[in-house]
């Protein structure tokens, strides 16, 4: 059961836009389209940001979009402001005899 | 308004048990299914299992890194989910959330609604 792969850190200037990469396996990312993006704020709950690999909860902002290619996801995230900063996490559901949920090792978004 | 609110996290020596609670309010319980993720100091997120709903027979999974330690269990009528966890190792050291995803037919819906978390911290 291995983490997804995340670059740990990322930044950007208030205004820009950037990406933040998740990369998998054919067991998981590449093998259907639930693959989840989370928004965590440190002692906050983790905050649903997309889902289903591009879709958007009701409440997130269309400035969150979300990609997949092959076994790669990612999240862009455009005008950036000081609330942005917070750390990302992409998530997929496993398909398996016995089925279960991996988590990447999380990206910390600087804004500058 | 949706709430998700563990409990029961403190100190508790390696070899040692304790419970976790996960109170919650404002969505349909018993038609979610219940997981339990955790988060390590300086650690990234780690999903450690999920019970179903009563319609798909409380059906429990878990990671690898716990199965025979800990278990899931769910009581619908207080709308709370458990987290029982045994043989606690300092590893286990961390901050415990819950979280549900609508549990309905073949989809599986995304983790949805999460809670603060408690912490847990195992130490001589």
């Known amino acids: 059961q291995s983490a997804l792969t995340q670059p740990a850190s990322v930044s950007g200037s208030p205004g820009q836009s950037l990406t933040i990469s998740c990369t998998g396996t054919s067991g998981d990312i590449g093998g259907h389209n639930y693959v989840s993006w989370y928004q965590h704020h440190p002692g906050k709950a983790p905050k649903l940001l997309i889902f289903?690999?591009?879709l958007r909860p009701s409440d997130i902002p269309d400035r969150f979009s979300g990609s997949k290619s092959g076994n790669t996801a990612s999240l862009t995230i455009s005008g950036l402001h000081a609330g942005d900063e917070a750390d990302y996490y992409c998530?997929?559901?496993?398909?398996?005899?016995?089925?279960?949920?991996?988590f990447g090792g999380g990206t910390k978004l600087t804004v500058l | 308004d949706v709430e998700v609110v563990e409990s029961g996290g403190g100190l508790v020596q390696p070899g040692g048990s304790l419970k976790l609670s996960c109170a919650t309010s404002g969505f349909s319980f018993s038609g979610s299914a219940l997981h339990w993720v955790r988060q390590a100091s300086g650690k990234g997120l780690e999903w450690l299992g999920r019970?179903?709903?009563?319609?798909?027979?409380?059906?429990?999974v878990y990671a690898a890194s716990v199965k025979g330690r800990f278990s899931i269990s769910r009581d619908d009528s207080q709308s709370t989910a458990y987290l029982q966890m045994n043989s606690l190792k300092t590893d286990d050291t961390a901050v415990y959330y819950c979280?549900?995803?609508?549990?309905?037919?073949?989809?599986?819906?995304?983790?949805?609604?999460w809670g603060q978390g408690t912490l847990v911290i195992v130490s001589s």
């Open positions: 998530s997929s559901y496993v398909t398996s005899s016995s089925p279960y949920w991996v």
């Open positions: 019970i179903r709903s009563a319609s798909k027979n409380y059906a429990t």
């Open positions: 289903d690999v591009s």
């Open positions: 979280t549900r995803h609508h549990d309905y037919g073949d989809y599986v819906a995304p983790l949805d609604y």
